[in-house]
């Protein structure tokens, strides 16, 4: 079984505070794959990263950074001087291989930027 | 490239009636298509996975009577909502896996339906 876990529902910071959203999962496959998404209010998702079972390489693009830890299960995503424009719920995802690639969404984390 | 669109967007329909939405792939030919449900607050859940030339795949839980997929071509899947109630009001969002392979689903706008 998979699963995935984003423990914080709803996070609020002022503008310019860094954020990280955690992210846990559990699989039982050795070949699966991370992915996060940002849903704003219009409600279209917006893919932002993949990550590979095998690379353990952090990630940085930007304002955005990704912490993979394998050790933890943990998939964590960071937003550096965040802005207004980064209010948005965030998923966190996981598809398994051998499950033929199926997507498992966390619950979501909502966060909010105040100016 | 790797545009999904959906239509409608947004729709009001009576209860009892039926509702159809469409999941287009535009630049590409997708072979699946995925059907997921949002409610309000709550993460995307998968509902069916279309193939095209084929039955769709439901998830537990999921009435393949009520919620009818038809994936006719490489490019079209859609879903009809039949007999419609309120509790079947809710975001549908679409996605599609590109018939050359790789992992992506590339999602569509969602579709925001609302039953009265």
């Known amino acids: 079984a998979q699963k995935v876990t984003q423990a914080q529902t709803e996070i609020s910071v002022v503008e310019k505070e860094d954020v990280t959203l955690d992210c846990v999962y559990e699989t039982r496959d050795t070949t699966y794959y991370l992915f996060w998404y940002k849903q704003p209010p219009s409600g279209e998702l917006v893919f932002l990263i993949r990550?590979?079972?095998?690379?353990?390489q952090n990630e940085i693009s930007g304002r955005y950074s990704w912490n993979f830890q394998k050790s933890t299960s943990s998939f964590n995503f960071t937003i550096t001087a965040s802005q207004v424009v980064d209010s948005a719920v965030y998923f966190c995802?996981?598809?398994?291989?051998?499950?033929?690639?199926?997507?498992?969404f966390g619950g979501g984390t909502r966060l909010m930027v105040k100016p | 490239g790797a545009v999904v669109s959906q239509h409608p967007s947004r729709v009001i329909c009576k209860s009892g009636t039926s509702v159809k939405i469409e999941c287009r792939s535009l630049d590409f030919q997708a072979t699946t298509m995925f059907w997921y449900r949002q409610f309000p607050k709550q993460s995307l859940m998968l509902m069916a996975t279309?193939?095209?030339?084929?039955?769709?795949?439901?998830e537990q839980g999921v009435e393949k009577d009520k919620f009818l997929i038809n994936h006719a071509s490489l490019t079209l899947s859609t879903l009809t909502v039949t007999s419609a109630h309120p509790e079947d009001s809710s975001f549908y969002i679409c996605?599609?896996?590109?018939?050359?392979?790789?992992?992506?689903?590339?999602f569509g706008p969602g579709t925001r339906l609302t039953v009265t």
């Open positions: 995802a996981l598809s398994e291989w051998h499950a033929g690639n199926m997507l498992t």
């Open positions: 990550r590979n079972s095998f690379d353990e």
């Open positions: 996605s599609a896996r590109d018939r050359q392979g790789g992992l992506e689903q590339y």
């Open positions: 279309s193939n095209e030339g084929s039955k769709a795949t439901y």
